[in-house]
């Protein structure tokens, strides 16, 4: 399995442009970005604002990102 070539970033600026694709969740951060490569995205932009709850009990804090696909800036 090769491995996930998805950028995770905080600054709403480097995914002006992109196309978002749709939201992640985990609580690991390697993941996370496994999630956003599945559904296409290159770049995950962290929203740490929404925090979702997950796990077997629903304790555990659960990281959120949107998954965008970039196109390289030529």
Do not use: H, W
């Amino acid at each position: 399995e090769k491995p996930v070539a998805v950028q995770v970033v905080q600054d709403e600026a480097r995914v002006r442009g992109c196309r978002v694709l749709g939201t992640v969740a985990d609580n690991e951060l390697d993941d996370l970005q496994k999630k956003a490569a599945r559904i296409g995205g290159n770049v995950a932009l962290l929203t740490p604002g929404r925090k979702a709850k997950g796990g077997y009990f629903g304790v555990q804090d659960y990281m959120t990102a949107d998954a965008y696909l970039c196109e390289p800036k030529s």
